[in-house]
């Protein structure tokens, strides 16, 4: 699997470009995806943020990109 979506990427971008996300990064506890930064915050800023670890922040962004295969 090639991920399409990194944690350099946007928090704006990655909702604007793929919707089916917003549930998986709020499972995780990332509420931050309708605030006004997100247009500036990438993914790991985000998480890092919320005091997100490692481990939690790998799964949540392997999960975004299973969820995203089927745009393909």
Not at 24 to 36: S, T, Y
Not at 58 to 70: G, P, R, S, Y
Request: hydrophobic share 40%; proline share 3%.
């Amino acid at each position: 699997m090639v991920a399409k979506i990194s944690k350099d990427m946007t928090l704006g971008d990655i909702v604007a470009k793929y919707p089916e996300t917003v549930p998986i990064m709020l499972k995780f506890g990332l509420h931050c995806v309708g605030c006004h930064v997100a247009a500036y915050e990438t993914l790991e800023q985000g998480a890092k943020g919320h005091e997100m670890n490692k481990e939690t922040f790998e799964k949540m962004l392997a999960e975004m990109n299973k969820a995203i295969e089927k745009k393909d």
